[in-house]
């Protein structure tokens, strides 16, 4: 039995133009699935840094007290706070966003969730990546990656357009919206 039809991901065999699946999420036929995401994502980040920096405080706070407890001996551990907490962040956001509600902590709490820009849930290489990226965007392009956000009509940031994520309203959300 031939398939003729373009799969649900990616492209159809012979990698014909006309093939490629189009954006899953359009603005102009959904605008409840975009109301109000780009604020809602501020709030959400915040609410995800609170999350990340509470274990690494506690973290610093231990290797004070064993620093103080060993004379000074093991405030040499504190090396290992910078790529521990890379490495926390990398993992929080790859396991957030890789789980069932595609959505971090906070994009949780702000009824938001990531998808790919094809429609399918998030996994946890897309979310570390994603998150690995966004730092990078921000370390280097801070007013651009929020800029990209205002000028399209999905308001994709710099990095989810890097990614091919899109972050919208869950689908509850968007549903009370159009009420």
Known sequence: MANTDPRRLGVS????????????????????????????????????????????LIAAMLILVFGLLTLGLGLMLF??????????????YGMTLGSSASATIGMRVMELEMRTWYGAPSYFVLGAVHAIVFWITCTFLSPLVLIVGLLNDRHRLLHDVLVGTVVINKPSYAARWNQ
């Open 13 to 56: 065999d012979g990698f014909k133009p006309h093939a490629y699946k189009p954006h899953a999420y359009d603005p102009v036929l959904n605008p409840e699935l975009f109301d109000g995401v780009l604020a809602r994502r501020v709030m959400a980040f915040v609410i995800d840094v609170v999350i990340i920096g509470i274990p690494v």
């Open 79 to 92: 090396w290992l706070l910078t790529p521990g907490t890379v490495l926390w962040a990398i993992c929080y």
